[in-house]
């Protein structure tokens, strides 16, 4: 037996190339190779169990040629095993079939919105300086940070930060109220400007609501120089 066709797939990204669309019998036209219409394979009434079959995104045709991939611009085709499983023993007693077979197949984009981002902060300290710029070690303090997909999975991506300044003044140990942003002070706010990188999105379709430049605020301290 030889697999003639098979139901394209296509799935929105999620981080990894399994298929995650349920298979059916009627995804896979057989054929027995006679010219008459299938005539031997009709008569037996032999169909595929496609729950025993599982399929990866990829690219490549061939088994020496596949390669399984989650990314979008890469997938051109799904890899299917388990085929003999799938036409069962009894069959396979009169009939063989290949146990891979390929079709075509594609993952779309997923979408994300600003709310996806998540950054949490080390609170901000240093030492006095005279000015608002939290500085070269505004990095340091970046706890972690991820981008929530819609199936709940957290993926990483790259970013730098454009700038991270106090811009609230906080209070003195005494509970006053500080004079200026920059002095010395507790209970202060500081913002980060965190530009995303694009390559990091190579599989995602950003959506209006994300700016070139996300902003997220943390808190902060100015201690004595």
């Given amino acids: 037996l030889t697999v003639t066709t098979i139901t394209p797939q296509t799935k929105v990204y999620d981080g990894n190339s399994d298929l995650k669309s349920s298979l059916t019998a009627g ?17 037996d009434g032999i169909t595929l ?7 990866h995104y990829g690219a490549g045709n061939t088994d020496a040629a596949f390669k399984a991939s989650p990314n979008v611009q890469e997938v051109k085709t799904v890899g299917y095993s388990g085929l ?28 994300i919105t600003a709310q996806a981002f998540h950054f949490s902060f080390d609170d ?19 706890r972690n940070h991820y981008v929530l997909l819609s199936d709940g999975t957290k993926s990483d991506f790259n970013y730098s930060i ?11 140990s005494a ?20 530009a995303v990188d694009p390559v990091s999105f190579a599989n995602y379709n950003l959506d209006s609501s994300v700016s070139n430049v996300l902003t997220f605020t943390t808190a902060g301290a100015d201690t004595i120089k």
């Fill in 162 to 172: 454009n700038s991270a300044d106090y811009i609230s003044a906080g209070t003195t």
């Fill in 84 to 111: 003999q499983k799938a036409l069962g023993d009894a069959a396979l007693a009169n009939y063989t079939i290949s146990d891979t077979a390929y079709g075509t197949g594609s993952i779309t984009p997923a979408t």
């Fill in 27 to 43: 995804d896979f036209a057989l054929s027995d190779g006679t010219t008459t219409g299938n005539a031997v394979l009709s008569k």
């Fill in 124 to 142: 901000v300290s240093r030492e006095y300086d005279a000015t608002e710029k939290v500085g070269a070690a505004a990095d340091t303090f970046v």
């Fill in 175 to 194: 509970g006053t109220a500080v004079a200026a942003i920059k002095d010395v002070g507790t209970q202060k706010t500081v913002s980060y400007k965190i």
């Fill in 49 to 55: 169990d496609a729950s025993k079959i599982s399929g």
